[in-house]
């Protein structure tokens, strides 16, 4: 069974940083891109970040480029996303997504899997 478990969400401090990992299973995780989105209640899912599968391309949504850094280590089939400089707006359930055999994409609906996310709660 395929699963993808995102894990490092929590409390932080305005300000603060944040690493937050994505572990997958059942897959070979070298043949699939990644992505992260973040999603708040009554929001549209938002994209955020995507790793080719080699780890040589990534591309980040125009507001995170600069404060977010996302990471793969294949040998350990995980994705990370490194997260600086945290702001309220920040405040979001954060997932993990897997493609299957493609380049990444900035759209929730081109992913084949999907973790369960992590909750991050950002306050002053």
């Known amino acids: 069974q395929v699963q993808l478990v995102e894990s490092g969400g929590g409390f932080v401090q305005t300000g603060g940083s944040l690493r937050l990992s994505c572990a997958a299973s059942?897959?070979?995780?070298?043949?699939?891109?990644m992505g992260w989105f973040r999603q708040a209640p009554g929001n549209e899912r938002e994209f955020l970040a995507t790793?080719?599968?080699?780890?040589?391309?990534?591309y980040y949504a125009d507001f995170a480029e600069g404060r977010f850094a996302i990471s793969r280590d294949n040998t350990k089939s995980t994705v990370y996303l490194e997260m600086n400089s945290l702001k309220l707006e920040d405040t979001a359930v954060y997932l993990c997504a897997a493609r299957d055999k493609m380049s990444g994409s900035m759209w929730a609906r081109d992913y084949n899997y999907w973790g369960q996310g992590t909750q991050v709660t950002v306050s002053s």
């Open positions: 790793i080719s599968r080699s780890g040589k391309t990534i």
């Open positions: 059942g897959i070979t995780f070298s043949d699939y891109s």
